[in-house]
């Protein structure tokens, strides 16, 4: 779906424009073509590639979907996939934003996100002298907008696993505990695969050989390459956390099993030795003079109840108890 | 066993033509020759050898199989090796395809394989203005067919460690699951062996200095390379989730089995209170009073009852039982 | 809010000077301006950045805080950020250094942390001979300041790794040990992400290309990048006994349950022995000739107390007991 | 001890010839001397040094042993350390074969190695066209006969992974599963350590920059190399399988355990309701009517049955029985 | 504390030289100076530096001790450090020998250590042709020398990692195993500290770009890299032993677990059945026919042997006893 086409000149927008102009309008030289597709059909990218002349695996990569995150040059164009990331209902959703560039063309793609990127473009036309720099002031515009919003996505599982540690020391043996972690460490792998590959092409948009069409953008990609680097270990921290709680709630739930397993073994000590004393009285012999005492139940229960309490406080003491 | 052979020029076939007339074919220089071999005796071999001027090495490399992915130029021919993937009733089944290449000929030799590339010849009959870039595009074409084929698998895999998941945290103590997890992790290993050297050589087949051979056909080898990335993230996440979840299976286990310990803690401490009283009225002492109270035995039993339903009820409460 | 603003000549301060001096000071070329600010308001920087003309990227890294330890050039001025890290009572407390370096300026802004620098001034103001190197003087005592007072910090957790360390030998299965366990990883985890990249962005101040800046300084700033490989070293070394901490932590807490499982399997034969000899003579048949012996009371319990002693002796032979 | 010194032209062996003429042989320049020794006196060592002209250090490198595989070189003339691997009886017995290799020359000398060269020796001289390839050849040759024989090593220790595994899922708590698994890494570490730096050195051998003497037959190198690195895949592939094997052993005792647990449980229960049963029927209350029942005593052992049964069939179908 | 100050030149000692001479040695320029101090006071150094014209930072760091083992180049002159480690009854002592390097002279200060350097002094002045090399040769001779001492150190954890395997797979649930393992881990970290940035640091003192004073020495150096090497190969291969065996230390306590809790369930069993007969025979009722047979007491105790010996036999063949 066409969600905008407008041609701009000296960072100011000249015209909305209809499809089948844009050749003509990128043949002019002194402007620049700026279109946003949606959910993008087979037919429509068919009508971008011959308009705009794009290289044809670009498009079927586009077309197909399911890229990892990269920037490729197609001789003096290019071609950057990156991916949006949503929390939707506390499950990662993820999305996709394919970028066509030229030297006189922005053309953005994008897939299953709820996101939109209105804001850039409205942001974009309000500060000339920025969007006067051309294709690669909006192609930082727009990675700049995607970055930012993987930054409450990587606070809400921060947020998550303090949750989980904070139960976790209180409810080892909780099962929810352990399946949530799981799950994070799922997410969390999710959102590596799509920062860390970006991360990785980001950096070569800036030092170094430079492609000729962001050589006059550098600081402003280095700075998304910064947030992707801070994004990137926090997300390495998360990961070594959640294995590491992994292994601690396996302790916590051994050291409950041991807790249990005391006080068990105690009171089953103290009731054995109960039973046993009972088991003795309750003998048939003839001759077991205490049976006939006056005073041989009383003494029996007495005695009983010493060792048993005896028992109970060496176990306290123990702290088995 | 031979399975085709035929010169093209210009993009289009121009013969079948017969095993001994291959290397008059190559002389000419205006076209280029395709042979196609599957599980090829050593004989067979040693005539493709003479007739197309192979590498001895290469040839005893075909000879033997069971060669790590990997290309290797000798002087200004080349020869490739992928291995295809399939999943035979849940097994993996590793084959091979061998490709040597020289200005004006490819050879593919195919070996414990299912997978045919018919397909990969006649689409590519079908686009001569593809086909006319020569040898670079069969062996792209080729690639592209064999690595399009990891994606079913990895998918395979990745559904069936969903349903590992699922069980998993239902049954965390069924024997079967963490030996599918070890399966599948060995699975993942093979599969890893077969996609990494292979994207690690493809990653020398565009930019930098790459192969005179393939000079001309970089964008296409970029993108099998992009392809062979994806899989092998892929393949990282599914490894990296399959070892934690054999670590949370254990820790499932371990709360199972602490479930099941406080249950038999509880319930046995219940009978050992109801056996240690039965035990202390069933001693034979003459002076009991109790023993001769007429509703001595059912003040016993209630007295009994309830201090076992009170801690039935103080278990249920801490969620022991 | 402003420290310190002052001028510089030849290793000595000539004046305190205005802030709305501070660019016709720097046209002098004669000297150079060193400006302190602490937890800086927007107003504030947006001054500072007239008046220095830093980068925009820069100041807003600078507002917005919360950076990863960076060197960045901006042209022929630079933009560097260090973390300050204290103990607060336990806890580790991150605090920021942005430090904006020009060919004859230092202007360095701090945030979210207690340390001041004023010693580093008085220091520096004590050795013309040093100070007279200029900025990038400055640059190394401030970065020298930080990263000295690392090395306590790396103490206290070293000392409290220790002191774990003696507890879990002795009492595995106390839930306290794991969980502090669990906090100094986190910990060492924070720290990591703020040496490694600063390590890293040290690394590039000597040896090979050195920002223009800096060339006349190199052996100070190596100098600084072995004291953080040094404390780069020690995360690594604590992390990775930490984890291995956490191992052997649960190996403890098994060893510790398995004592108390065969204790309790111990104790629990030798009563079930009694209980069974008590229950077989309690019995109600008739003819039991034992139980009329006139010594056979006396006899069973010589005989329990011989089979249970048997049994206790065996026991502890065994090291069950 | 000398095992073989000859020399050779064209390809072609010209004369066996006595240790004090090899100086003057190499000397000759139009042929070149090819000398085995097997675990070689420090006498030997320093007549061949004197003879060859041998460096110190390499000769002292030879003599000590125990060298890590390496490629060396000494200005013109190399140093190569390669070493055997063999199982004897399970048992993984490592020796080492130092090459020393000038223009005209090769010194081999084996040590703490039941496998011989002979073999290498005959072929080569069976193949003349070969072997005319002078020095470089021979160490081919060499490399080639040892990294071959890594091949069944692999093999055998694949093949104890494999049995290994299938008791470990039959009979997890078998000791000596998890022994095997222990000594198995062990092995394998071992095995590392002789091919990755074997590897490392090889890969230096072939592409870029490549020793003269090496320079004509850097295609063979590449072979060893490729041999090597399937060998280190494979090795890596075992190491992270035995890693995984440990850890789903542990898994398997888990679940074993807690098979047992829940089966001890469940007789446990059946048990201590029958016996609190008839503890509650042997108290000596007087007032007991079912005692004087005529069918009390069979209504009892019925009732009895009843409830133990009733829990029997409760517990087989929560499959803990 | 001064140990020795001597001058030499073509490899032989020409004098004993007083401290303040040094310099004026230093200035003949046909001879070099070799100082060696011991636990060097702030005094000394300030001498030292000086007669040598040392870089302040470089005596700093020698007088602060504790730097990581590096390799330095001030202007002509370089700043070694190397670790020197000692067993002291099973305890890693790691002492430090600095060393400063220039044309004509070595300083080497050692601390903390009771290794001493006079063998290499000795050794050296033995071979004047090999300290005629100058400075770097001196500057090998003490590498060497530390280097060589690492060796005993890794055979007696190595020795000590074994020992602790025997004992493992016999008494896994011994808690000094576990301990042991521990500080073998903790002891390897130190080590690795030492000589992992030592290995770093010495390979740049061959190959590639060496600086000029190691120019003519390279082989040596290559010497001890392969030194280090080794030892380094060695470190991470107890490092990895040392984790598996902490696991696989784990799963034999959890085999030991279950073998004592299946023999425990085991004689529960065979009790509890035992004394589930007792007790119904106990019982009051009336009319229990058995109970008045002549023979039913001895009736009774073979059924109950029998039924015991049963399970006891069914135990046994299960394996649980």
Known sequence: MLINCA??????KIADIPVDKISSYIARGDC???????????????????????HELAVEDAHHGHQSPKVEEYGSSMFIVVKTVELVEGALQVGELDIFIGENYVLSVRSHSHQDFLGVRARAEREPHLLSHGPAFVVYALMDAVVDRYFPVIEALEAELEEIEDRMFEQASERSNIERLYQLKRKVTVLKHVVSPLM???????????????????????????????????????RDTVNTAIQVNLSMVAIDESVVNKRLAAWAAIFAVATAFAGIWGMNFKAMPELDWKYGYPTALVLMTTVCGYLYIRFRKARWL
Chains 1, 2, 3, 4, 5 share one sequence.
């Open 200 to 238: 990785e092409s980001a950096g070569k948009l800036f030092g170094g050989r430079v492609p000729p069409l962001f050589e006059h953008s550098q600081n402003y990609f280095r700075d998304v390459y910064d947030h992707l680097y801070r994004i990137n270990n926090s997300i390495e921290a998360i």
């Open 7 to 12: 041609a701009y000149q000296k960072g100011r």
């Open 32 to 54: 620049f073509v700026w279109v946003a597709l949606k959910d993008a059909e087979p037919a429509e990218l068919d009508v971008m590639r011959q308009e705009f002349g794009l």
